[in-house]
């Protein structure tokens, strides 16, 4: 009787054995998943959602959205059509619409294209800019871009500065591809 119980209890250890291992192989799995997804940021499923539409309400109650264009370390471009672009600071954003999943075959975010980058490239074509920060909104053309400041002619001929870190979107208009 002992040799029929045998088979059945090698049986029964082999089928535990093997639940085991598929118990211990998904657990590993799941804490490769979230040890991968846990460094994934923001920028990067940016990244992976150019080209799609997206719509970002931002920590001051606005909502904007368009056709993701572009992303920084600082900024996303959204094309929100007729020439129009809107570049809305990442920190002044509190939920994303429409975001991608990232992955690490998308590219790189490209750390040096902060705010001066972009309002370089409007004061030098002359594109005009409506910026705002807190609860100030003004529209002009950037004519000097500092370290840590940004410089516009405004439409009464009078400059005025914000400071860069505090920006929290700029509408611009003219702007041709970089």
């Known amino acids: 009787m002992s040799d029929a119980l045998d088979p059945a209890i090698s049986r029964m250890l082999a089928d535990l054995s093997d639940r ?17 997804r846990s460094a994934i940021g923001i920028a990067d499923r940016l990244v992976s959602s150019v080209g ?16 993701l264009a572009d992303v920084s370390a600082t900024w996303v471009r959204l094309d929100i059509g007729a020439h129009r672009d809107i570049f809305v600071a990442i920190a002044a954003i509190a939920s994303y619409k429409g975001l991608g999943r990232a992955s690490r075959a998308h590219r790189e975010v490209d750390m040096r294209r902060g705010w001066g980058h972009i309002l370089r490239r ?4 002359g594109a005009r800019v409506t910026m705002s920060s807190g609860h100030q909104e003004v529209g002009g053309r950037v004519v000097g871009v500092g370290k840590d400041y940004v410089d516009v002619r405004l439409d009464d001929d009078a400059i005025a500065t914000f400071v860069l870190y505090l920006i929290e979107r700029v509408y611009v208009t003219g702007l041709a591809a970089d």
Do not use: D, K
């Not at 409007?122 to 074509?125: F, K, L, R, Y």
């Open 20 to 36: 085991l291992a598929t118990i211990e192989g998904a657990q590993v799995e799941g804490e490769l998943v979230e040890a991968e």
């Open 52 to 67: 799609h539409p997206l719509q970002l309400s931002l920590a001051s109650g606005e909502r904007v959205q368009g056709l």
């Open 122 to 125: 409007c004061g030098a074509q």
